[in-house]
Nanobody, 123 residues
Framework: QVQLVESGGGLVQAGGSLRVSCAASGRTFSSYTMGWFRQAPGKEREFVAGISFNYGITYYSDSVQGRFTISRDNAKNTVYLQMNSLKPEDTAVYYC????????????????WGQGTQVTVSS
């Protein structure tokens, strides 16, 4: 069992930056692949970025590659998503999630989810 709490969402202008955080409970944080997903109104929840628990390998969706950076601080039980060059189409509720699998990209492979944090990018 792991509990996840996101923070850091807000309103930002196009081209700006924002960092969202996800704090995890428990002492097994380093045993999980951590991922960020987002869901816009009327759309399916989509994968954004992930970081493995084994060697900290990061991976991204094509839509955010080169703009977003996922990182984790195991000592703080926290995962971050640094979002740069934001676009209006990045507007969504952003969720962090924990998976038992390496390089997981689908929602079905993530067992634990946070409550989400709203990110709005104005044009």
């Amino acid at each position: 069992q792991v509990q996840l709490v996101e923070s850091g969402g807000g309103l930002v202008q196009a081209g700006g930056s924002l960092r969202v955080s996800c704090a995890a409970s428990g002492r097994t944080f380093s045993s999980y692949t951590m991922g960020w997903f987002r869901q816009a109104p009327g759309k399916e929840r989509e994968f954004v970025a992930g970081i493995s628990f084994n060697y900290g390998i990061t991976y991204y969706s094509d839509s955010v590659q080169g703009r977003f950076t996922i990182s984790r601080d195991n000592a703080k039980n926290t995962v971050y998503l640094q979002m740069n060059s934001l676009k209006p189409e990045d507007t969504a509720v952003y969720y962090c999630a924990a998976s038992h699998y390496e390089r997981a990209r689908t929602t079905t492979l993530y067992a634990y989810w946070g409550q989400g944090t709203q990110v709005t990018v104005s044009s």
